[in-house]
């Protein structure tokens, strides 16, 4: 009973301080039925039994011994409201009454001779401490649930073992187990071996070092195959840890599903392939340069990176793969493929970036052309000789040639072409010798205003009645205008210009009307920029307002 009473003195000490310090503990003689000294007699309201209302809180202990000498020790959860199971929920009677159905004391330990307690959740079962006095055999147990009808009771020896023994309790299917102190040799029918080869169906066996230091213990080998069994062995380090189980000499392979690879040998340096359920294969060694390439569907196969000319080079060594350019690399895979390799060829001898040079390029003083000079696919080419300068069309007609010779003829410009005649419509030449063209003209059938381009040289050619209006008069125009029909017609001058009829001066911006018969025709032209002369007439012309 000391001994109980030591052990329920430590185990407060153990209790978190805190508790003591907020918490009130408070003592009982019996669990449950509601009596003097009933663990649930106490009121929930009143802790005391005293009318101080002071309700039992939340962390409050409870410490109390049955007549049988178990010690039970309780927290107080002052939210709970589980219904009571003893030992391990008490229930206040009056919790409903008093503390609105809240309130209940869980167990936290019990230190006794002996109990049962049945488990509020999880496993069904339930677990037993059992502590005799200081000649009887102590031990634990386990009382089976209810889908079993046997009990187990492991019980300790009160022997002292040797060096080098250990418990062993046989295994009953039902009852107590009495625990015996036991070295290597006493295991009976679990054989010893310190060899990496077990005999196949030998039960359970124990492999040992040569000093008998355990390495495998309790190794089923009626569950596996001999082929298994000789892969089994431990070797122990420095450390005397158990460090690798190795193949000793297998007849047959441990298979994938066993977590083996199925094989019995494997292709030095090759690598390893999966097959689902079968054995680990392995491709070739590989040699430089190759590497595994698949398909998505078959086994991968080794193989180079190909090279491609003018595009790539691979250079394959020791674990290395080198991927460089050519040194004659294909223009057409460089940008969108549009520039030839003749047409990148010019940027050779390049020093610097292209657009700075042509930046900071200045135009030539006397630039000297040594070829022809080509204006346009379909324009015209320009040579040049000695003296003279030569055009050629180079559309799709008579491609003809003009030559200007600028050299030759002492104070002329000889303009020759590969033609006889050469046509100089639309142009107001000056010359001193002959030159014969078409005159231009310009026809209209009612009122017209007259251009300063129809005013030089210009046959005007009236077919209806209307007013034909004059440009401002500049000296060295001049036009004529002929009738076709029987219409009226008049020239109405600039109203700063004057009309000179028969060498008498008009009105300035006064007109002349024709006398309306087809053939009839007038000429004019401006000696100055105010007066228009007639040089000619056919019919009547009379000046006007």
Known sequence: MKKLFLILVCLLLFLPMDSFAKSAIIGFTGLTGGGTGALDAI????????????????????????????????????????????PLIIVPDDRAADCSGNGQW???????????????????????????????????GWKGPASRDSDLYLAFSNADPAINQFLLFPAPTTGTS?????????????????????????????ITDATGKLLVAALDTDMATQAELNAVAALVDTDDEIIAIINASPSTQLSVAAGGTGAASLTDGGILLGSGTGAITALGAATNGQIPIGDGTTDPVLNEIDGTANEITVTNGAGTITLSLPTGIAATKIGDGSVTTV???????????????????????????????????????LAGSDGDITLTGLGDGDDQTLT????????????????????????NLVTTGTLSGAMPIATDADAHTITAAEAYGYLLVSTGAGAWDMPAAVPGMSFCLLCTTAAAVTLNPDNADVLVYDGVADTAGHQIAGGAVAGDFICFIAIDATYWHSMGRRGTWTPGS
């Open 178 to 206: 009495t625990g015996v102190w036991t070295t290597y040799g006493q295991f009976g029918a679990l054989p010893i071996v310190t060899t990496s080869t077990i005999t196949a169906g030998s039960g359970p066996t124990v």
């Open 343 to 381: 047409e990148f060829q010019y940027l050779n001898d390049v020093t610097s970036a292209i657009q700075a040079q042509f930046t900071a390029k200045a135009p030539l003083d006397s630039p000297i052309f040594t070829d022809d000079i080509s204006i346009g696919a379909a324009g015209v080419k």
């Open 106 to 140: 869980e167990l936290v330990d019990v230190i006794g001779k002996g109990f049962t307690a049945s488990k509020v959740s999880g496993v069904a079962g339930t677990s037993l401490l059992y502590e005799a006095n200081s000649t009887d055999i102590n031990g634990v």
């Open 43 to 86: 009121e929930c309201e009143d802790i005391l039994g005293d009318d101080t209302d002071r309700a039992i809180a939340t962390g409050d202990m409870a410490i109390g011994v049955n007549s049988s000498g178990e010690f039970y020790v309780y927290r107080y959860n002052a939210a709970g409201t589980a219904s009571e199971n003893s």
């Open 404 to 427: 200007i010779n600028l050299d030759d003829t002492v104070g002329s410009v000889v303009v020759t072409s590969s033609e006889a005649a050469i046509s100089f419509s639309a142009l």
